[in-house]
């Protein structure tokens, strides 16, 4: 069982920062690999970056590549998304998500309750 905790949401402008953390409970982070997702207003979640144990494996969706970069500390249990350069459409419900299997099949068993990021034309 893995429990997710996502922080650092919150109101930007647009071309602003903001860095979002999830932490972990359990023992078993570093066997999974760990997602971020979003939902904005009337829309479906969408899949926006991932990475795998090591850290050393990455991919975002098309929208957000070069302004997002995900990271993980396996010590600290926690996966990281830095987020430069926000857009208003980048406004949305940010969930953190734990999951297992194959680099291009993974299943997200665990999921967090979500941060708000809102950002402001």
């Known amino acids: 069982q893995v429990q997710l905790v996502e922080s650092g949401g919150g109101l930007v402008q647009a071309g602003g920062s903001l860095r979002l953390s999830c932490a972990a409970s359990?023992?078993?982070?570093?066997?999974?690999?760990m997602g971020w997702f979003r939902q904005a207003p009337g829309k479906e979640r969408e899949f926006v970056a991932r990475?795998?144990?090591?850290?050393?494996?990455?991919a975002y969706v098309d929208s957000v590549k070069g302004r997002f970069t995900i990271s993980r500390d396996n010590a600290k249990n926690t996966v990281y998304l830095q987020m430069n350069s926000l857009k208003p459409e980048d406004t949305a419900v940010y969930f953190c998500?734990?999951?297992?299997?194959?680099?291009?099949?993974?299943?997200?068993?665990?999921w967090g309750q979500g941060t708000q990021v809102t950002v402001s034309s």
């Open positions: 998500a734990a999951g297992s299997g194959s680099w291009y099949s993974v299943a997200y068993d665990y």
């Open positions: 359990g023992r078993t982070f570093r066997n999974y690999v």
């Open positions: 990475i795998n144990w090591s850290g050393l494996m990455t």
